[in-house]
């Protein structure tokens, strides 16, 4: 049996503010089912970049923001050292039929330097990833 891009999507979001844009970005689009989703960089053996319930906080407020458009949305947090790696983790443990997202802001100059979380979420992914644009781009 086959699967509908749309049926059981995940769209990761980084804070309130870009959950609020994906939100709005995704709006125009029928979506089945939607489970928003953000991942908590961890350490493994180093101090962590923010403390874990600060993180939390983080990912509390992003939830809210997004259930602005998609009030029916579940959620998940991932803890792990790679956001990549915890997307795809996290779609791949949902049987996802896609992860959904919006290409976030950055020069090349960032994108050089910190590698290209897009770019590796396309190539690594086993599921289809599928980029929207932000609304009045294009």
């Given at each position: 049996m086959s699967k509908s891009f749309t049926e059981s999507v995940v769209v990761p979001v980084a804070d309130e503010s870009d959950a609020r844009k994906t939100a709005r970005a995704l709006e125009p689009y029928e979506l089945d089912q939607v489970t928003?989703?953000?991942?908590?960089?961890k350490g493994e053996g180093v101090p962590d970049k923010t403390p874990v319930e600060q993180s939390e906080e983080v990912a509390r407020e992003a939830f809210a923001a997004f259930r602005e458009s998609f009030p029916d949305a579940d959620d998940a947090v991932a803890y792990r050292r790679d956001v990549v790696d915890g997307i795809i983790d996290v779609a791949t443990e949902l049987d996802a039929s896609a992860i959904v997202y919006r290409p976030r802001d950055q020069g090349r100059i960032v994108r050089f330097l910190s590698g290209s979380h897009s770019l590796?979420?396309?190539?690594?992914?086993?599921?289809?990833?599928?980029?929207?644009?932000?609304e009045g781009s294009g």
């Open positions: 928003v989703l953000h991942v908590v960089e590796r979420l396309v190539t690594e992914s086993p599921i289809p990833v599928i980029a929207v644009p932000e």
